[in-house]
C-alpha cells in the first residue's frame, strides 16, 4: 500500500497538486495523502497574498479533502477552517516537539476536539522519537495555554493518558490507511508490551498504566514490542541493537566530519 505526500502549498502549485491527486485516484482511491499546511504565520500571509485564502481555507475550498486526508500541523487555522476541517473527516497530525522546538506556535486543541475533530501524532523534524514526549508536550502547553488541568479528561473519561493515547492512535490508523490503533479482532497485531516492575508503575492498573506512562514515561517502561505480529523488542532490546547503533555512530560521525 502507498500514498503521497506533496509536502505543502508552498512546494507545489495547484496545477501539480491537482495532477498528483487525479493520478492517485486513477490507481487507487482510498490511498492516503499527507500534506503540511499553516505550521508558521509567513505561510499563512503568503498563500493570502497568492490565493486570497488562507492554507486550509484553500485547501478545503479546492481539493476533494475526505478521509484519506492527514493534514500536518494546521498551527495557524482560524474557527471557521476548524469547524470545516473537522466535518471533512481528515485528520490533524501535530508535532508538538518540533512545533515547540521551531517556535511555531499552538494548534487549537481543545476548540478542535469540540468539533469532534479528529488528530493524531508525528515526529516530524525527529527532534524527539518518542509518542509519549509528543503526547506530554501536547498536553502540558494547551494546560498553559488555558491555565487549567487536564485537558483532554472529560466526565466519561476522566483519564488524560487513556484519551490522548486512544486518539492518538486513532488519529494515525486512519492518516496511514491501515487497520491497527486498537487491540480488537482483525486489527493489526502490533502492541507494547509495559514493564510492570518499573518503579513508577508499580501499583498502577488499568487507564493509570497510561496516565504514568504519559506523564511519567522514560524508555525504560517498555519490555516488548510486536510490530505485525512478529515481536521486535524483547526485555528491552532489539536483536540488531549493538549493529544498529554502531553503524549510526558510524555515519553521524561522517556527517559532523564534512560540516
Known amino acids: 500500500r502507498f500514498g503521497v505526500a506533496p509536502h505543502s502549498l508552498r512546494a507545489v502549485s495547484p496545477a501539480m497538486l491537482k495532477d498528483l491527486l487525479d493520478g492517485l485516484s486513477a490507481v487507487d482511491r482510498k490511498a492516503p495523502i499527507h500534506i503540511h499546511l499553516a505550521e508558521q504565520i509567513k505561510e499563512v500571509n503568503d498563500c493570502l497574498t497568492w490565493s486570497e485564502q488562507r492554507p486550509v481555507e484553500w485547501l478545503l475550498s479546492n481539493m476533494p479533502v475526505d478521509s484519506r486526508w492527514c493534514l500536518a500541523h494546521c498551527t495557524h487555522i482560524s474557527q471557521s477552517e476548524a469547524e470545516k476541517l473537522s466535518a471533512s473527516g481528515a485528520v490533524v497530525?501535530?508535532?508538538?516537539t518540533t512545533e515547540g522546538n521551531l517556535g511555531d506556535g499552538i494548534f487549537p486543541f481543545s476548540r478542535f476536539r469540540e468539533k469532534r475533530g479528529r488528530w493524531g501524532i508525528g515526529g516530524d523534524s525527529h527532534v524527539s522519537q518518542t509518542p509519549v514526549e509528543e503526547l506530554r508536550w501536547l498536553e502540558y502547553v494547551q494546560r498553559l495555554?488555558?491555565?487549567r488541568r487536564n485537558i483532554a479528561a472529560s466526565p466519561v473519561?476522566?483519564?488524560v493518558g487513556a484519551t490522548l493515547w486512544r486518539e492518538a492512535a486513532a488519529g494515525g490508523a486512519q492518516a496511514l490507511a491501515r487497520p491497527m490503533g486498537a487491540i480488537?479482532?482483525?486489527?493489526?497485531?502490533?502492541l507494547v508490551v509495559l514493564n510492570p516492575e518499573h518503579i513508577n508503575l508499580v501499583g498502577?492498573?488499568?487507564?493509570?498504566?497510561?496516565?504514568?506512562?504519559?506523564?511519567?514515561?522514560d524508555g525504560q517502561m517498555v519490555k516488548h514490542v510486536m510490530v505485525g505480529g512478529k515481536w521486535i523488542v524483547r526485555d528491552g532490546r532489539h536483536p540488531?541493537?549493538?549493529?544498529?547503533?554502531a553503524r549510526y555512530r558510524q555515519v553521524k560521525k561522517q556527517l559532523y566530519s564534512a560540516l
Open 184 to 190: 480488537a479482532p482483525g486489527m493489526r497485531a502490533d
Open 204 to 217: 498502577r492498573n488499568g487507564d493509570g498504566l497510561l496516565d504514568a506512562l504519559l506523564f511519567a514515561g
Open 240 to 245: 540488531d541493537e549493538a549493529v544498529i547503533a
Open 157 to 159: 473519561q476522566p483519564s
Open 145 to 147: 495555554v488555558a491555565r
Open 93 to 96: 497530525g501535530l508535532c508538538p
